[in-house]
């Protein structure tokens, strides 16, 4: 590799309170536009901001949860620029005096666990959408957003790879919902990202030009994006040309990026504080308040399902992408007292069937003491690994216990070793030329003659007393 790319994102989190930051309007989706407005969100003449409290909260939450520095006194600020889904012709942000500073995220790369830097998280306002029609070639501007809660989660330029990246706001995304303080619903625009990213030559000490990349909505398209602007990046230099300061836009169905404007600095937004609110003072006993309410995160859950299950790495990372999906998986355990049986269970058929539908571990129509039933009849003999498939499957679509559907289908596992061994009779008795190359020595024969069994059996005989039975009849 002749550069290495630098890369920090700055990630935009819808916070998760039923009101908007500085007024009373609900913060619902997909209402018909302008209907949750106030003079306040469209910045009339003459109105007052009133600060959200519960926004602060979980901006406080949040930063903990990061390892970030809890700052006693923040203030916010104007930040002055002009778009038409902006109102007030400014935003209320924060700029020299965020809540929260020098923070981390640790991720795991090629099996290593690397920490990426937190800048800062600050509170700020959203705009509102701009709409452009096809059909009359208009433009015009919903207003709905203007006002939702953000938070900006601004990382260190930690990051070398679009990889890394992706991975970093999985986990991100992943502590966002842990701790309850944003849906983080990319479909809704309620966790987007930018991009900053430049790339130097291996070994430089100093960054290069760095472009941003805009707006960003999914893993998918991060990767994709940065992926596609290092390439550009370095073929710019490998011309003997000069990387531009700009903003970018990702195009994900060409899979490219393209110029936006130039790049903005600070001072172009001509900050100044707000004089309309007072500063946040944050208390010692609120901090502590507020740290008293954030559940096990991910990474501590991690490795207890490690240890107090003795789950693989891999398991236990899975199963703690969600609190809803750990949740479940403790309770099957606890059930069944089988936690690697329910782990392989949910990691592969569960998963399987949730994502084919979309669906998230909390609209699962097995319940966990139900996998936890079916698991325990595979281990009693009453059906097999196999039939077991085919019930969880009819259990999922239905909703039925294993029970049910066993009674109800006619599964129930042979475990009779006379009626298995009249069916392997059979099973010789139709196949002599492979039987008597099985006994020159051809051993491979035993898994046909194992396959023949099942099937004539419909997969119900028992495959410990198959296997037990066979071994003995082939040798006779």
């Given at each position: 590799?002749?550069?290495?790319?630098?890369?920090?994102?700055?990630?935009?989190?819808?916070?998760?309170?039923?009101?908007?930051?500085?007024?009373?309007?609900?913060?619902?989706?997909?209402?018909?536009a302008n209907t949750r407005t106030c003079p306040v969100c469209i910045g009339m003449p003459g109105v007052l901001p009133v600060l959200n409290r519960k926004a602060v909260e979980?901006?406080?939450?949040?930063?903990?949860?990061?390892?970030?520095?809890?700052?006693?006194?923040?203030?916010?600020?104007?930040?002055?620029y002009f778009y038409p889904d902006l109102p007030k012709g400014y935003q209320i942000s924060q700029y020299e005096l965020p809540l929260?500073?020098?923070?981390?995220?640790e991720i795991v790369v090629d099996g290593a666990v690397k920490r990426i830097g937190i800048t800062r998280i600050h509170l700020e306002e959203d705009a509102g959408k701009n709409l452009h029609t096809s059909e009359s070639g208009a433009s015009l501007v919903d207003l709905n957003r203007a006002g939702t809660p953000l938070m900006e989660i601004v990382s260190e330029p930690d990051i070398r790879t679009a990889d890394e990246a992706a991975e970093y706001l999985k986990k991100l995304r992943s502590l966002l919902r842990y701790i309850e303080v944003s849906d983080a619903d990319m479909e809704k625009g309620n966790f987007r990202c930018d991009c900053n990213v430049s790339i130097r030559p291996v070994g430089a000490g100093e960054f290069g030009t760095r472009a941003e990349v805009k707006n960003v909505n999914s893993f998918k398209f991060?990767?994709?994006?940065?992926?596609?602007e290092i390439k550009r990046q370095a073929q710019i230099l490998d011309e003997g040309g000069r990387v531009v300061q700009e903003t970018r836009l990702f195009d994900s169905t060409k899979g490219i990026?393209?110029?936006?404007?130039?790049?903005?600095?600070?001072?172009?937004?001509?900050?100044?504080?707000?004089?309309?609110?007072?500063?946040?003072?944050?208390?010692?006993?609120t901090v502590e308040s507020i740290r008293a309410t954030i559940p096990e995160l991910p990474d501590a859950k991690r490795e207890r399902f490690v240890k107090e299950y003795g789950l693989p790495e891999y398991d236990a990372d899975m199963l703690t992408q969600s609190r809803g999906l750990a949740a479940y998986f403790e309770e099957s355990a606890a059930l069944s007292g089988q936690p690697k049986?329910?782990?392989?269970?949910?990691?592969?058929?569960?998963?399987?069937?949730?994502?084919?539908?979309?669906?998230?571990?909390?609209?699962?129509p097995v319940r966990p003491d139900r996998l936890a039933g079916m698991v325990k009849m595979i281990t009693d003999g009453v059906i097999s690994t196999k039939i077991a498939k085919?019930?969880?499957?009819?259990?999922?679509?239905?909703?039925?216990?294993?029970?049910?559907?066993?009674?109800?289908?006619?599964?129930?596992?042979?475990?009779?070793?006379?009626?298995?061994?009249?069916?392997?009779?059979?099973?010789?008795?139709?196949?002599?030329?492979?039987?008597a190359d099985y006994k020159t020595g051809k051993d491979k024969l035993f898994g046909f003659f194992v396959g023949q069994v099942m099937k004539a059996s419909k997969g119900?005989?028992?495959?410990?007393?198959?296997?037990?039975?066979?071994?003995?009849?082939?040798?006779?």
């Open positions: 590799m002749k550069y290495e790319a630098v890369i920090g994102l700055e990630v935009h989190a819808q916070l998760q309170t039923n009101t908007k930051i500085f007024c009373g309007c609900e913060t619902a989706f997909g209402e018909e979980y901006i406080i939450k949040t930063g903990l949860a990061t390892h970030c520095t809890i700052s006693p006194f923040s203030r916010f600020a104007r930040k002055n929260c500073e020098h923070g981390y995220v991060v990767q994709k994006a940065l992926e596609y990026t393209f110029s936006m404007r130039s790049k903005e600095e600070a001072h172009d937004y001509r900050y100044f504080p707000e004089p309309d609110l007072v500063p946040v003072v944050t208390s010692p006993a049986v329910i782990s392989n269970w949910m990691m592969g058929e569960l998963m399987r069937l949730l994502n084919a539908d979309n669906r998230e571990i909390e609209a699962c085919t019930v969880f499957e009819e259990m999922y679509r239905t909703g039925k216990d294993a029970g049910t559907v066993v009674q109800e289908q006619g599964l129930v596992q042979v475990s009779d070793t006379g009626a298995i061994e009249r069916i392997i009779d059979e099973v010789i008795k139709a196949n002599p030329a492979q039987h119900k005989a028992n495959p410990d007393i198959v296997n037990q039975l066979l071994k003995k009849k082939l040798a006779e």
